[in-house]
């Protein structure tokens, strides 16, 4: 009974053991949502432990890399976006770099997601290939996946390990359209007379975006740029620094119609009218 006992005990400690080993290249995710699109990365993140050798020797010259371990690193979007100059459509690829010791390497984005980091892919019709510029940086020990930078209209996503880096440019599709032509914005330019406020609405077209802006100053509101989100309605959009900043689809301006003609604005927060005005 004493022996059986032993031996139950020692198979549940073997089983625990197993299920919460240390990994040399333990498992991580990063993941940046720009304007609903949802960018994921996720990989095995190797350590130098002192290696130099990394680029040319552990991983070979002119052969294809995922830039991880184990399971070849993957990338998720959900929904096309731009990278690299790439049109990517939707879905999960695996990562692959080919090194090479002068001048760009190549980054491969593969549709087989699920490849173990030893299946060194060979160039597929499939497959979606780009140059990419290596860079010196800051040693880092543990191989590392990161979004340094964002704006409303993408992504830096960068990749470190030793001294070596990359960055790839990911630019999203924009949920609401940021321009608009001359004939779509003529209806709208203008300016309204704020009921009850003694200031104006004005809207104008500056280099395809519809501007709207409280004159004088409304407290709390900038300048905006309105984007179209419906038939005669635009979103808030935050413009700063002459760039968009931000936008908010709960606040918008509403154009309302006598006619054909537009006639007057509501500017809405949700449910609630914060101001509305009559065409001059």
């Known amino acids: 009974m004493r022996r059986t006992l032993i031996a139950t005990a020692a198979l549940l400690l073997g089983t625990e053991s197993l299920s919460a080993q ?9 993941s940046q949502t720009v304007d609903g699109t949802r960018i994921t990365v996720d990989y095995s993140r190797p350590r130098a432990r002192g290696r130099t050798n990394m680029y040319g020797g552990m991983e070979r010259w002119g052969r294809a890399w995922t830039p991880g371990a184990d399971d070849a690193t993957t990338l998720e979007v959900s929904k096309p976006v731009q990278l690299l100059g790439l049109a990517v459509p939707k879905g999960k ?8 010791e002068h001048g760009p390497w190549t980054f491969v984005l593969d549709p087989r997601a699920g490849l173990f980091h030893t299946a060194h892919p060979d ?14 940086v800051t040693h880092t020990d543990v191989l590392t996946w990161s979004f340094p930078a964002v704006s409303p209209s993408g992504a830096t996503l960068d990749f470190r390990w030793g001294t070596m880096g990359i960055e790839v440019p990911i630019t999203v599709t924009p949920t609401l359209p940021l321009t608009v032509t001359a004939a779509e914005a003529a209806p709208y330019l203008g300016e309204y007379e704020v009921t009850g406020r003694g200031s104006r609405f004005v809207v104008s077209l500056q280099n395809g975006r519809l501007i709207g802006r409280f004159e004088p100053r409304v407290a709390g509101v900038e300048e905006m740029q309105l984007l179209p989100s419906g038939p005669d309605r635009f979103a808030y959009g935050l413009w700063r620094n002459g760039e968009l900043w931000s936008t908010n689809a709960q606040l918008q301006v509403r154009f309302l119609r006598t006619g054909e003609r537009v006639s007057g604005f509501e500017y809405v927060d949700g449910s609630s009218v914060m101001a509305r005005g009559t065409r001059r």
């Not at 690829?93 to 090479?100: F, N, Q, T």
């Open 22 to 30: 240390i990994l040399a290249s333990e498992r991580a995710m990063v």
């Open 93 to 100: 690829y695996s990562v692959w770099l080919v090194l090479r």
């Open 123 to 136: 160039s597929t019709s499939q497959q979606l290939r780009a140059p990419v510029t290596p860079r010196q």
